[in-house]
């Protein structure tokens, strides 16, 4: 594998153990503000971030290389009002997105098919958390200032299962 390709996979392992890390971190404030179902969603969405750190070392792995694993930072947001998170995660699953094209040029640049291949379930699955942040951060605008369609959408979130993602079934 190509230096800048494998690098650049093996920070993504990083960066989203820190995205599960950063989740959760959302998770404790809104089961601090008694927001048991936001608080649901993100500890959900916690455990998919680590799913996605557990697919690029599968497939550093699977190319006979081996991940070399670096510390996480720490979560240093603060929040003052229920949205704030939601902002702050659409703003991160933004980033996510740009950091995923920097692998795909990567592999542009080296003709590495296998990773461009790769990374199409990545790139796809980055429109739908977008999607979702921004379904999230519209609805709160909409109906958070009323308690009880705060209730509403909060028992909602609730709801949320976790499932293995298609990447990491049968493992
Ligand atoms: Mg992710």
């Known amino acids: 594998m190509d230096q800048k390709v494998y690098d650049l996979i093996n920070d993504q392992i990083n960066k989203e153990l820190y995205s599960a890390y950063l989740y959760l971190s959302f998770a404790d404030y809104y089961a601090d503000e008694g927001l048991d179902g936001y608080a649901n969603f993100y500890e959900i969405q916690a ?9 690029f070392r599968k497939y550093l792995l699977e190319n ?24 702050a995660a659409l703003e991160h699953e933004k980033y996510v997105t740009s950091l995923i094209n ?11 098919y296998r990773a461009m291949q790769f990374l199409k379930w990545f790139i796809d699955e ?7 942040a921004r379904d999230m951060i519209t609805k709160m605008q ?4 009323d308690k009880r369609s705060l209730f509403e959408l909060n028992q909602q979130l609730a709801g ?5 993602p298609t990447p990491l079934q049968g493992e």
């Open 47 to 55: 455990q998919e971030e680590r799913d996605h750190a557990l697919i």
């Open 64 to 87: 006979d290389c081996v991940p070399k694993l670096k510390a996480i930072d720490a979560p240093d947001k603060t929040f003052n009002d229920f949205l704030a998170p939601l902002e």
């Open 102 to 112: 920097d692998i795909y040029a990567a592999a542009v640049s080296v003709n590495d």
């Open 126 to 132: 980055q429109m739908e958390e977008e999607d979702t």
């Open 142 to 145: 909409l109906f958070g200032d």
């Open 160 to 164: 949320r299962v976790y499932s293995v």
